[in-house]
């Protein structure tokens, strides 16, 4: 831990630390808002929370600044809590363990925080170091981004005073995001009967372990596998030939992450035990042989587990399983305007089952309103069949990109000086909040970008750290050629 905070920057890599030390799992980050409020008394700068919890520090320009444009910096404190099987980390209490592998910084079997946990942290360098040149600063700092952009959604209008917004959330140096998808989740539930398990049978836990994971926007496009779908197609087989019934699911833990492991138990006749498990041994080899070059730690594994006195019924198990099979799942279009980028997916990531109740979260995105609310549309069609109800979340807007913007050429014109050449510009295939907070302050001017991360949202998430350095120095460059007020 000490060795990461020397690490240049220091304005950083000693923020981040303390960042890691305190636990900010979404929906409970008052213990990092707390840390933020005494970081901004302890320099006497102004700060207020709005109603939506949202924290906005005002940091005032250095000498011969004063003229400048205020400008917002923003990124949010909480993080996706994921962690490896096995691990024993509990990401309400427990600090983020980082380890130094080469030029890159990483968690040890947890989720690091870098996301959005750098952007946070280089703002809170602007109160703890001297000597920064900068016009008067907002610093925002949203909650709950994770699970929803709630905070951004909360976000109070009129409070803010800036006119520029540098969002700090994008994973790609040399690449300035101008865009970014909207999207919606939907959610259904399903009530079913349980009935008794008779003599003759046996029951098997299943585990489908060892995928990669990932953003369900960004790494949508990878090909990864999802679990919930690999788990569902077996279960199909498994059911139609092998008389099995579902006991339990519990299968992904993010909306927004693409599901890594499934556990399943079933029951199914004594007398089809040995043939269920030869078609385990099939079935992994064939998602070997199809995805074992994106995915080569793909597992699927089964074992004794104790007779359970109840299951879902042979038809109920039928018909859950195949919306499951049927619901749909990764990239549905490519965009049209801009070569390479996701237009439209869905995410089936989570699946919970037992004791009676299922329910099934999707996430959809899409740069097109009416697309995303199409494939909420047809996920809704296949759960409403077997009798589920289905509630749609909040969507939230996308963020079109400005062709007329001054902050995008001027970030530009300080990236060829610093860089020797344009930085890539990118519409992405993710719900930056940007759309929404564009919403509430229409007359900003927006752009995002950031240091490299990789992996996002799952224990395999590291940083760049030699990137860090070259962000940081992008943003202090960018700071000071901010104009002068008109």
């Avoid at 000490?2 to 960042?19: C, D, R």
């Avoid at 980390?89 to 380890?99: E, G, K, S």
């Avoid at 994008?170 to 539930?189: F, I, K, N, P, Q």
């Avoid at 990236?415 to 900003?444: N, Q, T």
């Amino acid at each position: 831990m000490n060795e990461i905070s020397k690490i240049a920057p220091v304005a950083i890599w000693e923020n981040f630390q303390k960042l890691c030390d305190t636990p900010r799992p979404s929906t409970k980050e008052e213990a990092v808002l707390l840390l933020l409020e005494k970081m901004a008394d302890d320099k006497g700068f102004a700060h207020f929370r709005d109603s939506g919890e949202n924290l906005v520090i005002t940091v005032p320009a250095t000498p011969g600044y004063e003229d400048r444009k205020m400008t917002i910096l923003q990124a949010h404190v909480d993080m996706v809590t994921q962690a490896n099987s096995g691990s024993t980390h509990n990401f309400d209490t427990d600090p983020i363990r980082m380890l130094v592998e080469g030029e890159w910084i990483t968690a040890d079997n947890t989720t690091l925080g870098a996301d959005n946990g750098i952007g946070a942290a280089a703002m809170m360098g602007f109160m703890t170091e001297d000597g920064l040149e900068h016009g008067p600063l907002e610093l925002l700092f949203t909650v709950d981004e994770e699970r929803g952009l709630t905070g951004a959604m909360n976000l109070e209008a009129g409070r803010l005073k800036g006119d520029i917004l540098l969002n700090l959330d994008t994973e790609d140096e040399y690449e300035l995001c101008v865009g970014c998808a909207g999207g919606g989740d939907l959610v259904a539930s399903l009530t079913y009967s349980l009935e008794a398990v008779g003599a003759g049978q046996v029951a098997r836990d299943i585990a489908l372990t060892g995928l990669k994971g990932g953003h369900s926007g960004i790494d949508i496009i990878l090909g990864l596998g999802n679990a919930n779908k690999l788990m569902a197609r077996f279960l199909r087989g498994a059911i139609r030939d092998f008389d099995a019934r579902i006991v339990a699911i519990n299968a992904g833990t993010a909306r927004n992450a693409i599901p890594r492991e499934s556990f399943a138990t079933i029951v199914l006749p004594e007398g089809n035990a040995g043939a269920f498990d030869a078609a385990l041994k099939t079935f992994a080899s064939e998602v070997q042989d199809e995805i074992g070059a994106i995915e080569p730690n793909f597992a699927i594994a089964a074992k004794n587990a104790e007779l359970p006195a109840n299951a879902m019924s042979s038809k109920d198990s039928r018909d859950f399983n195949n919306a499951c099979v049927g619901a749909p799942n990764g990239v549905q279009a490519m965009s049209t305007s801009v070569e390479g980028v996701v237009e439209t997916s869905i995410n089936l990531a989570i699946i919970k089952l037992s004791d009676g109740k299922a329910d099934v979260t999707l996430s959809a995105r899409s740069s097109i309103n009416s697309a995303r609310d199409a494939i909420r549309e047809a996920a809704t069609a296949v759960f409403e069949n077997i009798g589920a109800s289905v509630e749609w979340g909040d969507a939230y807007p996308g963020w079109k990109p400005n062709a007329n913007s001054e902050v995008v050429e001027l970030m530009k014109s300080v990236h060829r000086d610093m860089f020797g050449k344009d930085p890539e510009i990118r519409v992405i295939h993710a719900g930056l909040e940007c759309g929404v907070l564009g919403s509430k302050y229409p007359h900003w001017d927006m752009v995002s970008f950031g240091p490299t991360i990789k992996r996002a949202h799952s224990p395999d998430e590291c940083v760049h750290v030699p990137s860090v350095a070259r962000f940081w120095d992008y943003l202090l460059a960018a700071l000071k050629a901010i104009p002068a007020k008109a």
